[in-house]
């Protein structure tokens, strides 16, 4: 029996504040589009989902290609704007856990499975995960900075199978980057849709907090 859960980081145990794509919903609102932040989500998602390898400069992510996320937005990428939006600060300095990490994680690892943390992130994940007291938890931290590769490439999680075994799932937030990336690897994903960005999908196992994939657990154990 596997005795690992694989993990994401961002947005499914620590919250960013702003999250990644808020600045860009914001700017472009502010610039009077009529769009939704669940369009931004989508629309930065998809564009990521098709990276899978980060730039060297950004140690661990990439730059978004925000000439096709206006494209799925159905704005007109109009040069003076994405010049604009290079500028945005995605990435956060300011983080917390949800409320529903350490309650999960203590119930996991009760149960006796090993935590596996699979990341796109830079080196900052060890300074986060240090300073929300994550490390009494984590078994591994499998991040893209270290690797050269990023979720969804299968590479990134077949690194965690050959290290700790075929987890019992996959648990993240982004369809394209963690579901489908788990799914290529062989190993069964849980979609954590907090906000409701992806109630449109259908066939796919979600939930809507970290307790529930705790349900699932048990259900799988039962069965």
């Not at 999960?104 to 007291?133: A, H, Q």
């Not at 590769?149 to 019992?168: A, D, L, N």
């Not at 849980?190 to 657990?217: M, P, Q």
Request: charged letters at 30%.
């Amino acid at each position: 029996m596997s005795k690992a859960i694989f993990v994401d980081m961002g947005e499914t145990l620590v919250s960013f504040i702003p999250k990644y794509h808020q600045p860009v919903y914001n700017f472009l609102r502010e610039r009077g589009y009529n769009i939704t932040e669940k369009q931004v989500f989508r629309a930065i998602a998809k564009q990521l989902g098709k990276v899978h390898f980060p730039d060297p400069i950004l140690g661990g992510l990439t730059e978004i290609d925000f000439k096709e996320v206006l494209y799925e937005l159905e704005i007109p990428p109009k040069k003076c704007l994405i010049e604009e939006m290079k500028e945005l600060k995605l990435l956060s300095d300011k983080w917390e856990l949800y409320e529903d990490v350490t309650p999960f994680l203590e119930e996991i690892k009760k149960l006796g499975y090993k935590v596996v943390m699979i990341t796109n992130s830079t080196r900052s994940v060890y300074k986060i995960v240090n300073d929300l007291g994550l490390s009494k938890y984590l078994d591994d931290i499998i991040a893209s900075c270290d690797l050269g590769i990023m979720k969804p490439h299968p590479r990134i999680f077949r690194i965690g199978i050959e290290k700790h075994g075929t987890p019992e799932f996959h648990v993240g937030d982004i369809y394209e980057i963690d579901y489908l990336g788990a799914l290529r690897a062989g190993i069964k994903p849980i979609l954590l849709d907090r906000f409701g960005f992806y109630e449109d999908l259908k066939n796919v196992t979600k939930v809507k907090n970290l307790l529930e994939v705790i349900k699932i657990l048990s259900t799988t154990k039962s069965n």
